[in-house]
T-cell receptor, first 110, second 114 residues
Framework: DQQVKQNSPSLSVQEGRISILNCDYT??????FLWYKKYPAEGPTFLIS?????DKNEDGRFTVFLNKSAKHLSLHIVPSQPGDSAVYFC?????????FGAGTRLTVKP | DGGITQSPKYLFRKEGQNVTLSCEQN?????MYWYRQDPGQGLRLIYY???????QKGDIAEGYSVSREKKESFPLTVTSAQKNPTAFYLC?????????????FGPGTRLLVL
């Protein structure tokens, strides 16, 4: 029972363009959402988070949008850079329960 | 240079054998976690520990065991009872237990069955 889904296993964008990574969840109890980034041979690292009381959180080139009614969140990277090429995991949480998506592999082409 | 180390990077298990995956952190974190990742799936929680000498089962604890005798160490044993152990295993830690606590991950151990 996957409560958090990232339906696009991979995404390829051109350097300088916008990257949009999507994530859907099913449990309406989730109230805190995170994005992690993973390079090959390394563990995931925290990127950005958002609480359910907000609909947007921005940190430099990274912005996370939350649409609670649609149970959907997205990560926007603008402008995309080759160093952003990695696997991105979204996670949703409630209380002490955290669920991860399967990840989306982003490739930014020079 | 603080962080989480996992060893080995690759581990091979024979049928009926127990194997232990190492996880060490020098971040002085209280909480530690073990996750399993399979192709096309998200990370799934195996066990977590909030404090030394205490640990709790996650969603897929069957066939696994852990110990937390020291704050910095949280080894995971994959027992022979785990019928499908081939996966990528990630260890993580956080300052406290709570979903708003950022988790820091190790590089992972890939377990393969011979």
């Amino acid at each position: 029972d996957q409560q958090v889904k990232q339906n696009s296993p991979s995404l390829s964008v051109q350097e300088g363009r916008i990257s949009i990574l999507n994530c859907d969840y099913t449990n309406s109890m989730f109230d805190y959402f995170l994005w992690y980034k993973k390079y090959p041979a390394e563990g995931p690292t925290f990127l950005i988070s958002i609480s359910s009381i907000k609909d947007k959180n921005e940190d430099g080139r990274f912005t996370v949008f939350l649409n609670k009614s649609a149970k959907h969140l997205s990560l926007h990277i603008v402008p995309s850079q080759p160093g952003d090429s990695a696997v991105y995991f979204c996670a949703a949480s409630a209380f002490t329960d955290m669920r991860f998506g399967a990840g989306t592999r982003l490739t930014v082409k020079p | 240079d603080g962080g989480i180390t996992q060893s080995p990077k690759y581990l091979f298990r024979k049928e009926g054998q127990n194997v232990t995956l190492s996880c060490e952190q020098n971040l002085n974190h209280d909480a530690m976690y073990w996750y399993r990742q399979d192709p096309g799936q998200g990370l799934r929680l195996i066990y977590y520990s909030q404090i030394v000498n205490d640990f709790q089962k996650g969603d897929i604890a069957e066939g696994y065991s852990v110990s937390r005798e020291k704050k910095e160490s949280f080894p995971l044993t994959v027992t022979s009872a785990q019928k499908n152990p081939t996966a990528f295993y990630l260890c993580a830690s956080s300052q406290g237990l709570g979903v708003r606590e950022t988790q820091y991950f190790g590089p992972g151990t890939r377990l393969l069955v011979l």
